[in-house]
């Protein structure tokens, strides 16, 4: 089956700082990769759409100069949370889609930022 | 819009029962997926079971199957012989077939406990 990773997989920064978090397809290419947030025994809130090569869609309320997203490639999004604040603290995850499956999504592992 | 709601937030059920989950949706496309995730505490997504709109048949995969009533709008997830490893958050999700842009629609979730 296609497996998504995500680095880090846990994180504590400082407030202030920018934190960035990968998501990698490892083995298909990912024309469209989205980007969730999850708060404890919550569901997942999608925060953005990223499309290879073009600009991210971003929900409605989503700060798209604080949540800066990257898909430089088929296989490789970025999500960099600038200034953080102790209210970032979240579980950030990612899932891919591959070009040739419209409907299936495989999610990375996670990522749990701490703002300290 | 699409929703999806799960009444229940929490349920528990006896090891080796049979427990069913409830799943209802509210859309007015014809062409979609539905999908239940299974999220234990590694916090993974993992796919358990998915349907295609247009198949009367119900999915099933292995001990889990669903009841899909399309004109009801109601997707419900039955696990039997529950075992201790079932034990999780599950998520029903929708998906429309139009782009390949297009996001999946989470619900709620549903605290499964499986109780030996």
């Known amino acids: 089956g296609a497996v998504v990773s995500q680095h880090p997989s846990r994180v504590i920064c400082k407030s202030g700082t920018s934190v960035k978090i990968e998501c990698r397809s490892l083995?298909?290419?990912?024309?469209?990769m989205f980007w969730y947030r999850q708060f404890p025994k919550q569901s997942l809130m999608l925060m953005a759409t990223?499309?290879?090569?073009?600009?991210?869609?971003?929900e409605q309320g989503v700060e798209k100069d604080k949540f800066l997203i990257n898909h430089a490639s088929l296989t490789l999004s970025t999500l960099t949370v600038t200034s953080a604040h102790p209210e970032d603290s979240s579980f950030y995850i990612c899932?891919?889609?591959?070009?040739?499956?419209?409907?299936?999504?495989?999610f990375g592992p996670g990522t749990r930022l701490t703002v300290t | 819009a699409q929703t999806v709601t799960q009444s229940q937030p929490e349920m528990s059920v006896q090891e080796a029962e049979t427990v069913t989950l409830s799943c209802t949706y509210d859309?007015?496309?014809?062409?979609?997926?539905l999908f239940w995730y299974k999220q234990p505490p590694s916090r993974q997504m993992i796919l358990v079971i998915r349907?295609?709109?247009?198949?009367?048949q119900n999915a099933t995969e292995n001990r889990f199957s669903v009841n899909f009533q399309k004109a009801a709008k109601s997707f419900s997830l039955k696990i039997s012989d529950s075992q201790l490893g079932d034990t999780a958050m599950y998520f029903c999700?929708?998906?429309?077939?139009?782009?390949?842009?297009?996001?999946?629609?989470f619900g709620p979730g549903t605290s499964l406990s499986v109780i030996p």
């Open positions: 899932s891919a889609k591959s070009q040739g499956h419209s409907y299936e999504q495989y």
């Open positions: 083995d298909f290419q990912a024309t469209t």
């Open positions: 990223s499309n290879e090569g073009s600009k991210a869609t971003y």
């Open positions: 859309t007015s496309e014809n062409n979609y997926y």
């Open positions: 349907q295609e709109a247009y198949k009367q």
């Open positions: 999700a929708f998906i429309k077939l139009k782009t390949s842009y297009d996001k999946v629609i």
